[in-house]
């Protein structure tokens, strides 16, 4: 399928609200990263969130953080305005498929809906804002093996709401983590497949997070900038530095063999696949929103999170006691990983 390449109009050196209300002058989707728990990404979304000219321009938000099985209460809340106790809007982010996992319980992603329904209130309904949950819809109280949980259905099920979006003439906004929204070469990202379903190319944002190391020498250049800056990758030195040298290694089985960690990006470039970085600041700037290790005495959350890690008895995340521990306010730097070799052809 051919897909339109719009002359991007986001200019050098724009605010975050600037640059996408920019580029939906020429997309209909327009995708932002979201470094998970950064408090400082974070704030410059609630800040765009904050600002009257997004609705009206944006249709539908689509967010990673939320379970589409709780989509009533999201529409109740924020489109409608009525009242939602806590206990039953805290289930739309813990219940996703990836529980359990302290991310999810970061206050930043209760603030985003708490900020969106602030700004809907005051608006006639034809500009609020819908957001919508990307994370398919199941039932946790229902699953007894890990075989219930539908993880490949992660991209495929927001990709199809983006597309369902789109058929209706609205424009959506995706705030997903980044590796879910680059122009990836495989496509099968999520923007990837919105636009193999779809013919609509997004307009990628990514959080420019330093890396544990920074191989390129990239977050020097930077500092000139301000934080909050967005810097399109088009006719800039940034769309020309190494993907490897800014987006972050991962675990992953090579040829069949032991996982190793890798950097599946090095041999492209960051322009190849995202339209413009986010500046947040420097290493020693960055801060995360960990949850209050309180929440997690509760009796009843607590043994439900120990019967969902208990169903996925072979997961690679934390041990879930350490949720319970006071976290340092320093934002956890990833590593960078050594090159792939053998190409680019994750």
């Known amino acids: 399928?051919?897909?339109?390449?719009?002359?991007?109009?986001?200019?050098?050196?724009?605010?975050?609200?600037?640059?996408?209300?920019?580029?939906?002058?020429?997309?209909?989707?327009?995708?932002?990263?979201?470094?998970?728990?950064?408090?400082?990404?974070?704030?410059?979304?609630?800040?765009?969130?904050?600002?009257?000219?997004?609705?009206?321009?944006?249709?539908?938000?689509?967010?990673?953080?939320?379970?589409?099985?709780?989509?009533?209460?999201?529409?109740?809340?924020?489109?409608?305005?009525e009242p939602v106790s806590d206990a039953c809007l805290r289930l739309v982010w813990r219940d996703t498929t990836q529980s359990p996992n302290i991310v999810l319980d970061s206050?930043?992603?209760?603030?985003?809906?708490?900020?969106?329904?602030?700004?809907?209130?005051?608006?006639?309904?034809?500009?609020?804002?819908?957001v919508l949950a990307g994370e398919p819809p199941f039932d946790w109280s229902a699953v007894t093996s890990a075989r219930q949980i539908p993880f490949p259905q992660r991209d495929l099920y927001p990709a199809s709401l983006a597309g369902q979006s789109l058929a209706k003439g609205r424009r959506v906004l995706l705030v997903y983590g980044g590796m879910h929204l680059l122009h990836a070469p495989h496509g099968r990202t999520l923007t990837g497949l919105i636009e193999q379903e779809t013919g609509v190319r997004a307009y990628v944002i990514v959080p420019l997070s330093p890396l544990a190391t920074d191989p390129g020498?990239?977050?020097?250049?930077?500092?000139?900038?301000?934080?909050?800056?967005?810097?399109?990758?088009?006719?800039?030195?940034?769309?020309?530095?190494?993907?490897?040298?800014?987006?972050?290694?991962?675990?992953?089985s090579v040829n069949g063999q032991a996982p190793e960690f890798v950097n599946p990006w090095c041999g492209m470039t960051f322009g190849q696949l995202a339209d413009a970085g986010l500046y947040v600041g420097?290493?020693?700037?960055?801060?995360?929103?960990?949850?209050?290790?309180?929440?997690y005495l509760d009796p009843v959350y607590w043994a439900e999170l120990k019967r969902r890690d208990a169903i996925q008895a072979q997961s690679t995340r934390p041990p879930l006691d350490t949720f319970r521990e006071q976290r340092p306010p320093a934002y956890p730097l990833p590593p960078a990983g050594p090159a792939r070799s053998g190409g680019n052809d994750t």
Request: aromatic share 8%; hydrophobic share 45%.
């Open 1 to 81: 399928m051919n897909v339109s390449r719009p002359h991007p109009t986001t200019a050098p050196g724009s605010s975050l609200i600037e640059a996408v209300l920019a580029a939906f002058q020429a997309h209909r989707v327009v995708a932002i990263g979201d470094a998970h728990a950064s408090q400082e990404v974070h704030d410059l979304l609630l800040t765009m969130l904050s600002d009257p000219r997004l609705y009206g321009t944006a249709s539908d938000i689509v967010v990673e953080f939320g379970t589409a099985f709780y989509q009533d209460t999201l529409d109740k809340f924020i489109l409608a305005g």
């Open 107 to 130: 206050p930043v992603y209760e603030q985003v809906y708490r900020r969106v329904r602030a700004v809907n209130w005051t608006l006639p309904a034809d500009m609020k804002i819908r």
């Open 217 to 252: 020498g990239v977050f020097p250049r930077l500092a000139a900038c301000p934080r909050g800056t967005v810097i399109p990758t088009a006719g800039t030195w940034l769309g020309q530095v190494s993907a490897g040298d800014i987006l972050p290694g991962a675990t992953r």
């Open 282 to 295: 420097q290493a020693a700037d960055l801060t995360a929103a960990w949850p209050d290790p309180a929440i």
